[in-house]
């Protein structure tokens, strides 16, 4: 049973931090037999250990998996209506739908009441922290700009929704002014229009990730001067219908408020839009948004426009299980880690290769269980990807994360999240990963970033079309102060393509370098402002949530390509071999 407390008395929460991070191996172990006690007679689990919940039996007989290995138990469940004992004890009554890879691939993850227990659980370890270092919170609004589709029913009868969906939707409690409106215009333009009329009381800004939140600040740039007009006469827009956010704008806009309307007009009406989060909402502790790992692309950008404040990354989770927290939410957006909380799940992880990444774990090797190591026994400085065995029905299954140990806190060991395991680009025997790329990437964009360019999105694929086949990089810049045509210096632009080629490794270059090149020149396909958001759409007309939403690194799908070709503005090659010896 897990301890309940309250967050804003840090004292108690802190006590409670201190204590299960000292005792991390012992939790684990504790964590493993209640799981397998109460799911040792689970139909997956019984294949295996006939019935038995000893640790030593599940540690040398329980395979590591997939999805693809047990999408078929969660069908039974999921399509034909099979009761949840097949895979778990508890009972089963949401399934999460997770974007999986960052391709945008759905898994459904079951999901239980208890489950949402220890989820709020974790949150309150979380919140106990971010009071501990910004004093007052609790004194002000906090702004989370949620977004949500509209249920779905399996043919089996769950409910079928996102991780962040479920908790809004389970736990109301925690949110006294909500808005749930399937809309996502609506929804948003009511979201940010509550938001502004109380300016002065939102004491934090967020989203789930900050890719999310350029999207709102996007949305602002294009809707500020209605919202402005409607906050002056006191009336909202008619296009908003949606009887939810009706009401939730109506509670807050009752009268005129010309001089609010002024005060925004004045922040908006300037030229740049730097730190535009923070005159807008001058209260503002922090921002609250998941920026690491894919989402370390988005740094640059997000900290023009939050204008110094500390952007926190505070949670690591996913819809399978939720793992750890940022015990130092105020440190730098690149130095985070996340200290695991013993008592979520049961951990375990795989080594990989420092130096070769994580290809070199064959996904289907029948030895990959001897590699296993256990939460108290990793080591600072080692890659790992991650094994979570859940109290829902997941035994050793692969997170495709790969996270390194940077420290302990207590005993605890904590994690930088490094990448997806997923290759994003592949020709011939190359292999580049997300990482890879997104360095390269970074050290190109050093050429760009003097003359006021940062990038605000990019994606990838691997052009085969023609022989050889070359990789191509999709980038939306933006210039500071705003503009919408910026002019691209045609020597410079080739100077990032090879830059990128050059920060590749070197199977790449040895593959540029051949006599007979088996990889083309590197191209990069700058594309028009908003590109990414109609990409978002895109994905998210196909049902990936525009929470969880994170850009495919490696676009697959031939409706995305054109969607993004048919906004180039600028193409550009890279005009040099790589040097195979740097
Ligand atoms: P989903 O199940 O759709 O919520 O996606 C979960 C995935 O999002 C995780 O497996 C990670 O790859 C990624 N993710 C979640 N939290 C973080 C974080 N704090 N930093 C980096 N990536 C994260």
């Given at each position: 049973m897990l301890p309940t407390f309250d967050p804003t008395a840090t004292e108690a929460g802190s006590r409670i931090l201190e204590d299960i991070t000292s005792n991390a191996g012992h939790i684990q172990e504790q964590v493993l037999e209640e799981i397998l006690t109460k799911n040792a007679s689970t139909d997956y689990l019984k294949g295996f250990l006939n019935g038995h919940s000893d640790k030593g039996l599940f540690k040398n007989k329980v395979p590591v998996v997939d999805y693809e290995d047990i999408k078929i138990y969660i069908d039974r469940i999921a399509l034909d209506g099979e009761p949840s004992r097949i895979l778990t004890n508890e009972s089963i009554t949401e399934l999460l739908k997770s974007s999986g890879t960052s391709g945008g691939k759905q898994k459904w993850i079951p999901k239980t009441a208890e489950e949402g227990e220890r989820r709020a659980f974790i949150c309150c370890l979380r919140d106990t922290v971010l009071n501990r270092y910004?004093?007052?919170?609790?004194?002000?609004?906090?702004?989370?700009?949620?977004?949500i589709n509209p249920d779905i029913h399996t043919p089996g009868g769950l409910v079928l929704r996102t991780a962040s969906e479920s908790e809004m939707k389970n736990r109301k409690d925690r949110y006294p002014q909500f808005i749930l409106c399937e809309d996502t215009n609506q929804s948003l333009y009511s979201q940010l229009l509550c938001g502004l009329v109380q300016r002065d009381a939102i004491a934090s800004v967020g989203t789930y990730f900050a890719s999310g939140l350029l999207r709102v600040i996007k949305f602002f740039e294009e809707h500020w001067q209605e919202m402005s007009s409607n906050?002056?006469?006191?009336?909202?827009?008619?296009?908003?219908?949606?009887?939810?956010?009706?009401?939730?704008?109506?509670?807050?806009?009752?009268?005129?408020?010309?001089?609010?309307?002024d005060s925004i007009d004045l922040v908006c009406q300037e030229k740049s839009w730097e730190g535009i989060i923070k005159k807008i909402w001058p209260r503002t502790k922090y921002v609250l948004a998941i920026i690491t790992g894919s989402m370390a692309q988005y740094i640059p950008a997000l900290e023009f426009y939050t204008g110094g404040l500390p952007v926190v990354s505070s949670l690591y989770g996913s819809s399978e299980a939720f793992f750890g927290i940022n015990m130092k939410p105020l440190c730098s957006p690149y130095d985070v880690s996340?200290?695991?909380?013993?008592?979520?799940?049961?951990?375990?992880?795989?080594?990989?290769?420092?130096?070769?990444g994580p290809n070199c774990t064959n996904r289907k090797d029948a030895h990959l269980k001897d590699h296993i190591v256990d939460l108290a026994n990793v080591k600072i400085g080692q890659h790992y990807e991650l094994l979570v065995t859940t109290f829902t029905g997941l035994y050793r299954y692969r997170?495709?994360?790969?996270?390194?140990?940077t420290g302990f806190?207590?005993?605890?060991?904590?994690?930088?999240?490094?990448?997806?395991?997923?290759?994003?680009?592949?020709i011939h025997t190359d292999k580049t990963t997300e990482q890879d790329l997104q360095k390269a990437v970074a050290i190109a964009m050093q050429i760009l970033q003097p003359l006021g360019f940062f990038l605000l999105d990019y994606s990838s694929y691997a052009d085969t079309s023609s022989i050889p086949g070359h990789y191509v990089l999709f980038w939306e810049l933006q210039l500071r102060p705003n503009d919408d045509t910026p002019e691209f210096d045609q020597v410079k632009m080739e100077k990032c393509c090879s830059l990128v080629e050059q920060s590749l490794d070197q199977k790449y270059k040895l593959l540029r370098n051949q006599s007979i090149s088996t990889i083309g020149p590197l191209e990069i396909r700058v594309v028009k402002q908003g590109t990414f958001n109609?990409?978002?759409?895109?994905?998210?007309?196909?049902?990936?949530?525009?929470?969880?939403?994170?850009?495919p690194k490696n676009i697959k799908s031939e409706k995305a390509i054109?969607?993004?070709?048919?906004?180039?503005?600028?193409?550009?090659?890279?005009?040099?071999?790589?040097?195979?010896?740097?």
């Open positions: 910004l004093q007052g919170l609790s004194d002000g609004k906090a702004l989370l700009f949620v977004l906050i002056r006469t006191g009336q909202m827009s008619d296009w908003i219908t949606d009887p939810n956010c009706k009401r939730a704008v109506s509670l807050i806009l009752s009268k005129q408020m010309p001089d609010l309307a996340y200290t695991f909380i013993p008592n979520m799940a049961y951990y375990e992880f795989l080594p990989i290769d420092n130096h070769q997170m495709g994360d790969i996270l390194l140990v806190h207590n005993s605890t060991p904590q994690f930088k999240f490094v990448q997806r395991t997923n290759v994003v680009l592949s109609v990409l978002m759409d895109f994905y998210v007309s196909q049902g990936t949530s525009l929470n969880q939403y994170k850009t054109v969607i993004l070709d048919s906004r180039v503005v600028g193409k550009f090659y890279s005009r040099e071999v790589p040097n195979q010896d740097s």
